[in-house]
């Protein structure tokens, strides 16, 4: 009988570590998450281009642009931020 247990134990544990591998697919889910009245959009870098996302959000501020950043290589950005039109901090 303990050799039995044992092996279903042993089955079970290679069968585990061997059936979900991964395959390289992303399920993507959209959810839309709303603060404030205000859309949220969450992206995941590098697969989201999250550097157009992000400096096509900064070149759309009409009034200003507030945020804090501690180390920017982004061109593009760097690029959004340097406007004379608007409050930019």
């Not at 009988?1 to 069968?15: R, T």
């Not at 570590?17 to 993507?28: A, D, F, L, R, S």
């Given at each position: 009988?303990?050799?039995?247990?044992?092996?279903?134990?042993?089955?079970?544990?290679?069968?585990g570590?061997?059936?979900?591998?991964?395959?390289?697919?992303?399920?993507?889910k959209?959810?839309?998450?709303?603060?404030?009245?205000?859309r949220?959009?969450?992206?995941?870098?590098?697969?989201?281009?999250?550097?157009?996302?992000?400096?096509?959000?900064?070149?759309?501020?009409?009034?200003?642009?507030?945020?804090?950043?501690f180390?920017?290589?982004?061109?593009?950005?760097?690029?959004?931020?340097?406007?004379?039109?608007?409050?930019?901090?």
């Open positions: 009988m303990k050799k039995i247990v044992f092996l279903v134990l042993i089955v079970v544990l290679i069968s570590c061997t059936t979900n591998e991964p395959t390289g697919h992303v399920t993507k959209s959810t839309v998450v709303m603060e404030d009245e205000k949220m959009e969450v992206y995941f870098c590098p697969q989201d281009g999250c550097r157009e996302k992000l400096a096509g959000l900064l070149k759309s501020a009409k009034q200003s642009i507030h945020c804090a950043l180390d920017l290589d982004l061109p593009e950005v760097k690029d959004a931020l340097k406007r004379d039109d608007i409050d930019v901090k």
